[in-house]
């Protein structure tokens, strides 16, 4: 067995009420897991040398569910759009260019190592509809071990010639996709319909049936926006509400569903989401961004729906999952502020743990640094002062608003040392 020590201040959310705090603590991990986190090293553990990081934090990696590689390469630019000229304009045009594979590796390329090098090493990724291109994001993603769904995007209606599928073409370059995919430890494979405007009701069907042969999940953006939310109901005139479209195809059913947006649900909504398990992931960025609203997180949360986080570049601007936890919470103080009904403001650790435990449960235990949980973990230092005493948690808080990838001077996955 292998097994080291690390001592520090270890900070991570079991439950999204409150932080878990344990300064000058040493954390176990026996290949790969941790196994306590304890005042003392234990006597059997006598002669191993600690890793000793001082008053440094160790937390656990960030989990981003909701990220479109190719947007990496468009980040920051065209922000003062809303949602479909921002599409026409920048996005559709920038992942047209991904049917050139040298391309696409460069900006996977790059991708990746941001991502490391932000400590995000649990993410639900888009790409674009090009098989080859997006394969070359799996392989990548597999290579350094991060854990990762990512799919090919779908789209066969409303969308510029230069980027629309065939339907039958889409759904046999889907399957060819999940064909190549099956049986890798860290990164599977999942359904990828862009948005409900642009798949025919035949290609979410014809997704359904995949999902159900390769017991797959599905990720796409949901009642994003009110002009997005009003131009679905008139495409799926037959639906209750956007979410039974997926849920109607059989796509809720075998894998994870990871939802972006969420931000004007109907009550059928958030009784499939509830029961369905699935997950709402808040991007503050982006959508105050692009498609000018804000996730009701609260009331979400209250409803007893997982809610993590994403940052969905490229409407959102920055990789760095930290600085959307920090956006949570002032997103939702101004939604409570001008839509007091029903809205609150969330807190820190509510927004820390979406991010982190909430999004890791869609993957085998990643997330936290309970016992069980894989050694996922960055190393955060330089966030107090030396003219005043702060607590763990205020670090931490620190590093969300006012900290960068500076701050990070180790990182671990599955109890190895890696960097970008
Ligand atoms: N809705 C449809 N496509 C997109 C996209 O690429 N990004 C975001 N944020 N919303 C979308
Ligand atoms: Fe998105």
Known sequence: MNVSIYRGTVVYAAEKERLAAFSGANIVVEDGFVKNVLKQVPEEYAGLTVKDFGDALIIPAFSDLHIHASQYAQRGVGMDKLLFEWLRDYTFPQEAKFADCRYAEKVYDALVKDLIRHGTFH???????????????????????????????????????????????????????????????????????????????????????????YACGVQTHLVESIAEAAWTKELFPDYSCETAIYEQAGLLDYGPSVFAHVIFPAREDITILRKSRSVSVHCPDATANITAGIMPAAALLKAELPVAVGTDIGAGPNPAVYRQIARAVQLSKLKAFFEPEGNEPISFAEAFYMATKAGGSIFDRVGSLEPGYRFNALVLDGLADDFSEMTPEEQLERFCYAGDDRNIIARYLDGREISP
């Open 123 to 213: 993410a639900s990724i888009f790409t674009t509809i090009h098989t080859e291109a997006s394969d070359i994001l799996f392989r990548k993603l597999a290579e350094r071990g991060l854990y990762a769904y990512t799919g090919k995007v779908n789209m066969d209606c409303n969308a510029p010639d230069y980027l629309c599928e065939k339907t039958a073409e889409s759904l046999r370059d889907t399957e060819r996709f999940l064909l190549e995919h099956q049986g890798y430890a860290t990164v599977k494979p999942i359904l990828t319909p862009r948005f409900a405007p642009t798949c025919s009701e035949k290609l979410i069907k014809g997704l359904g049936k995949l999902a159900k042969k």
